[in-house]
């Protein structure tokens, strides 16, 4: 009895190491990754990118894994001064991956460290070429036509002015092309780097941003006098039209009144010259009653045509 469970316990036992050891042989490869084969930590072979199921020494030899994929690498915002003296941060990003496995295990070992070989390579790079070429340059990828109301207070009206001669995008694969002359002593490729951010340091913002109020202010005063001066010109001319109006309706008032006041006179006069002895006894009694008031004096002749209907009741 004793012998058959000694013999299920070695059997068992048996699987058990037969298990690990075809288990410790056995490596997979996917499509997104590469293998290098480290024996007792030295590389040996080459490497292996073949997508499927491989084999290795179990416990002695090690497979250590790479990204085949492309890779982002995101720097840091850098303090850098450019030609003319100004001085901003560049902030940059680039793609890269592992060419060469077996040249990257021995040198930079895994993706941390490779990350920082990027940050002098890509970084060192930008700040050389950056300082050689002016702020318009960097800011800039083309000799479009500017806009001065949104760009002029940004730059000063020289900058403005400057027409580049490389451009943002060609300063981008001028770093690119010098950075990638030693990536591969590292086993890594570089794909592209951009310029992601330019901005200016912050105590120059201030001023930049002083600035560009000021324009803002500018052109506010601007369309603030055009309108005031518009709003003039539209008052004025609504003055002529009005006095215009005005003096044409007066005009016509005094023509209709004129016309109305000679036919007045003139039904009067034929009214009157029906009997002027009686017109004449009406005028005097309307004189009289506007002029003989209460506490009135008068001096008169006894042969005076005033006292004509006073003196005598009856009218000739």
Not at 56 to 79: C, T, V
Not at 125 to 140: G, Q
Not at 287 to 301: E, F, H, I, M, P
């Given at each position: 009895?004793?012998?058959?469970?000694?013999?299920?316990?070695?059997i068992?036992?048996?699987?058990?190491?037969?298990?690990?050891?075809?288990?410790?042989?056995?490596?997979?490869?996917?499509?997104?990754?590469q293998?290098?084969?480290?024996?007792?930590?030295?590389?040996?072979?080459?490497?292996?990118?073949?997508?499927?199921?491989?084999?290795?020494?179990?416990?002695?030899?090690?497979?250590?894994?790479?990204?085949?994929r492309?890779?982002?690498?995101?720097?840091?915002?850098?303090?850098?001064?450019?030609?003319?003296?100004?001085?901003?941060?560049?902030?940059?990003?680039?793609?890269?991956?592992?060419?060469?496995?077996?040249?990257?295990?021995?040198?930079?070992?895994d993706?941390?460290?490779?990350?920082?070989?990027?940050?002098?390579?890509?970084?060192?790079?930008?700040?050389?070429?950056?300082?050689?070429?002016?702020?318009?340059?960097?800011?800039?990828?083309?000799?479009?036509?500017?806009?001065?109301?949104?760009?002029?207070?940004?730059?000063?009206?020289?900058?403005?002015?400057?027409?580049?001669?490389?451009?943002?995008?060609?300063?981008?694969?001028?770093?690119l092309?010098?950075?990638?002359?030693?990536?591969?002593?590292?086993?890594?490729?570089?794909?592209?780097?951009?310029?992601?951010?330019?901005?200016?340091?912050?105590?120059?913002?201030?001023?930049?941003?002083?600035?560009?109020?000021?324009?803002?202010?500018?052109?506010?005063?601007?369309?603030?006098?055009?309108?005031?001066?518009?709003?003039?010109?539209?008052?004025?001319?609504?003055?002529?039209?009005?006095?215009?109006?005005?003096?044409?309706?007066?005009?016509?008032?005094?023509?209709?009144?004129?016309?109305?006041?000679?036919?007045?006179?003139?039904?009067?006069?034929?009214?009157?010259?029906?009997?002027?002895?009686?017109?004449?006894?009406?005028?005097?009694?309307?004189?009289?009653?506007?002029?003989l008031?209460?506490?009135?004096?008068?001096?008169?002749?006894?042969?005076?045509e005033?006292?004509?209907?006073?003196?005598?009741?009856?009218?000739?």
């Amino acid at each position: 009895m004793k012998t058959r469970t000694t013999k299920r316990i070695l059997i068992v036992a048996a699987a058990l190491v037969l298990l690990a050891l075809l288990g410790g042989a056995v490596y997979i490869v996917s499509e997104t990754n590469q293998v290098v084969i480290t024996q007792f930590g030295d590389p040996i072979g080459g490497t292996v990118s073949r997508p499927g199921l491989h084999f290795k020494l179990p416990f002695i030899q090690k497979a250590n894994y790479f990204e085949k994929r492309w890779l982002a690498w995101d720097g840091d915002p850098n303090q850098i001064p450019t030609r003319d003296k100004k001085y901003i941060w560049v902030d940059t990003y680039c793609r890269w991956r592992i060419a060469d496995p077996l040249v990257f295990f021995q040198r930079v070992n895994d993706e941390r460290n490779a990350q920082s070989r990027l940050d002098d390579i890509v970084d060192g790079e930008t700040r050389n070429i950056i300082a050689k070429f002016d702020l318009i340059e960097i800011v800039r990828s083309s000799n479009r036509e500017f806009e001065i109301s949104e760009d002029a207070a940004l730059l000063d009206l020289s900058a403005v002015a400057t027409k580049i001669e490389e451009g943002r995008e060609k300063l981008a694969r001028i770093i690119l092309e010098n950075a990638s002359k030693i990536t591969p002593q590292f086993g890594v490729e570089l794909k592209d780097v951009r310029i992601k951010r330019v901005n200016y340091v912050e105590e120059v913002q201030k001023k930049v941003f002083d600035r560009m109020i000021a324009e803002r202010q500018r052109i506010a005063s601007k369309y603030r006098s055009e309108g005031d001066g518009k709003s003039a010109e539209i008052r004025g001319q609504k003055e002529r039209e009005l006095k215009k109006i005005q003096s044409e309706a007066y005009k016509i008032a005094q023509e209709i009144k004129g016309k109305a006041d000679a036919e007045a006179t003139k039904i009067y006069a034929a009214a009157y010259n029906l009997d002027p002895e009686f017109y004449q006894f009406t005028k005097s009694l309307e004189t009289y009653r506007v002029s003989l008031l209460k506490d009135t004096w008068l001096l008169l002749t006894t042969d005076s045509e005033f006292l004509k209907y006073l003196k005598s009741s009856e009218i000739k």
